[in-house]
C-alpha cells in the first residue's frame, strides 16, 4: 500500500491565476490527496504525524516544449524509456520532440504516437522533407496525425521555401518553429565574439550569423501575420534587441531560449568544463543578461531543455569535434531557482511562467495546475544539497550532461509521475547523507 504523508507548511503553487501561499500537502504514493485543511483534517484522521516542510514548493509539473531523440528505440544515447523516466523525475510532465531522428519525424507513419508513461510526449512535424530545406513536408497531414507544430533542423530554411510554405498555409494557426541561424556565417566558431572566449581560445560565431536570418523570419512573420512564426534558440543581445519591437507590434507571439544560455556565459565557465557548445552558440555576459530581461518581459515566452543526447563514446572526442548540445532535465530547475529566484529577485510564478505555462500555450496545450487526486505535481526543496551522478536512478543516459559531480543546491524531491516522494526525511532541506 502506497505510504502517506502530510507535510506541513508547504508553499503551494495551485495554478496560473494564483500565488503561492502555505498549506499542508496530504500525498499518497504518486497521488495528491488533499491540500490545505482538508489535507490536515484527513492526516489527522489517518492518525499521521505532520512532517515539516516550510520552504518547499508543491508545483504544477513542468513543460519542456522542445527537445531531441533520434533513436527513441535502441539509442545508445538515450532511449524514450530512459527520456521520460529522466524527465519525470526532473518533474517534467510534459516533452515536446523536434522532428530530427534517424527517421525524420515529416510523415505521420514516422511519428511518436504510442507509449505507456504518464509524461505526455508530443512530436514536432518536420516542415520540410528530411530537414533538408528542399521540398514542403505534408504539412496538413502531419497535422492531422496530432502533431504540436511544425519544426525544421537548427538552420532556417531556404526563404523561398518558407514563403511558399506559408503561402499555402497547410499549418493554419499551428506554431511553427524555425531556428534563426545561418551557419555560413559562423566561420566556424562555436562561442560568441567576446574577452572570454578569445582567452579561452575557441572560434567564435559572430552575432550577425543568428541576425541576418532572424531579420528573415520576423520580415516573413509581418508579411504573413495570420501564421505563428515562433523563433527557437534565441542567444544574443542583438536578437533580443531586433525581436522585441516585432513582439510589440504582434508580428511575433511566442520565442524559446535554451535553459543553458539563461545560466551560463562565456564569462563563467573555465576552459575544461562542460557546456561551451552549444547550437546556437553560448554567448557572453550581455547575451545572458540580455535573454533573462527578455524572458521576464514576454518578448521571450518559454524555456526549453533542448535535451540533445551523446553516448560516451562521442563525449570523449575533443569539444570541436564532437555534436554539441547538452543532456539533463534534471539540472533545469535547480540552475534557474538559483540565477532568477535567488540571485534575480524572480517571483515563483514568474520562473514557473516561463517553464510551464509559457511552454504550455506555445504548444497549445491547457496550463498545468494542481488538482487533488492527480499525480501531476512536484515537490521542489531549495535548500536540498546534493551531487548528480551518472549512475543515479533519476540519470538520463546521455553522457553529455553538463554539472555532474558537482555540488548542487535545490532539487525536484518527489513527483507524482515518477512515484512520489523520492525521500522522505524526518525534515527536508537536509540534503543526500
Do not use: K
Amino acid at each position: 500500500m502506497p505510504e502517506s504523508v502530510l507535510l506541513r507548511g508547504v508553499s503551494v503553487l495551485r495554478d496560473p491565476h494564483r500565488s503561492p501561499e502555505p498549506e499542508d500537502v496530504l500525498l499518497e504514493g504518486e497521488r495528491l490527496v488533499a491540500l490545505g485543511e482538508g489535507a490536515a483534517e484527513q492526516g489527522r484522521r489517518m492518525g499521521l504525524a505532520p512532517r515539516p516542510a516550510a520552504g518547499c514548493l508543491l508545483a504544477p509539473c513542468l513543460v519542456d516544449p522542445h527537445s531531441v531523440l533520434e533513436r527513441p528505440r535502441d539509442g545508445v544515447e538515450e532511449t524514450l524509456d530512459s527520456l521520460l523516466r529522466s524527465a519525470a523525475a526532473a518533474g517534467y510532465g510534459q516533452v515536446g520532440l523536434l522532428p530530427r531522428a534517424a527517421s525524420w519525424r515529416d510523415r505521420p507513419d514516422r511519428l511518436l504516437q504510442h507509449h505507456e508513461h504518464p509524461v505526455r510526449l508530443h512530436c514536432w512535424g518536420g516542415f520540410s522533407l528530411d530537414g533538408a530545406g528542399r521540398d514542403l513536408a505534408p504539412h496538413r497531414d502531419l497535422l492531422g496525425a496530432g502533431v504540436v507544430g511544425l519544426a525544421d533542423d537548427l538552420v532556417l530554411p531556404d526563404p523561398a521555401l518558407l514563403d511558399r510554405g506559408l503561402l499555402l498555409g497547410e499549418m493554419g494557426e499551428a506554431p511553427l518553429l524555425l531556428a534563426p541561424r545561418d551557419p555560413s556565417l559562423s566561420a566556424g566558431g562555436f562561442v560568441r565574439e567576446g574577452i572570454e572566449s578569445i582567452r579561452a581560445g575557441w572560434p567564435t560565431d559572430p552575432a550577425v550569423s543568428e541576425l541576418l536570418p532572424l531579420r528573415t523570419l520576423l520580415t516573413l512573420a509581418e508579411v504573413h501575420p495570420s501564421r505563428r512564426l515562433v523563433p527557437m534558440h534565441l542567444s544574443t543581445q542583438a536578437g533580443v534587441t531586433l525581436l522585441a519591437p516585432a513582439v510589440e507590434a504582434g508580428h511575433c507571439r511566442a520565442a524559446t531560449a535554451h535553459w543553458w544560455s539563461l545560466v551560463r556565459d562565456t564569462s563563467l565557465l573555465a576552459p575544461a568544463d562542460e557546456g561551451w557548445t552549444l547550437v546556437p552558440s553560448l554567448g557572453g555576459p550581455g547575451d545572458r543578461q540580455a535573454l533573462i530581461d527578455a524572458l521576464r518581459r514576454g518578448v521571450i515566452t518559454a524555456v526549453a531543455v533542448s535535451h540533445e543526447p551523446l553516448d560516451a563514446e562521442e563525449q570523449g572526442l575533443p569539444p570541436d569535434q564532437r555534436r554539441p548540445g547538452l543532456a539533463g532535465h534534471r539540472f533545469v530547475l535547480p540552475m534557474l531557482w538559483e540565477a532568477l529566484v535567488r540571485q534575480r529577485g524572480w517571483s515563483v510564478s514568474e520562473l514557473w511562467q516561463a517553464l510551464s505555462w509559457g511552454p504550455s500555450a506555445l504548444i497549445g496545450r491547457e496550463p498545468e495546475q494542481l488538482l487533488e487526486g492527480s499525480n501531476r505535481w512536484l515537490l521542489f526543496d531549495p535548500a536540498h544539497r546534493w551531487i548528480p551522478r551518472q549512475q543515479d536512478p533519476d540519470s538520463c543516459l546521455a553522457a553529455n550532461q553538463p554539472l555532474l559531480d558537482q555540488p548542487l543546491l535545490g532539487r525536484v524531491v518527489g513527483c507524482g509521475l515518477a512515484g512520489g516522494l523520492r525521500v522522505v526525511p524526518e525534515r527536508l532541506g537536509a540534503g543526500d547523507p
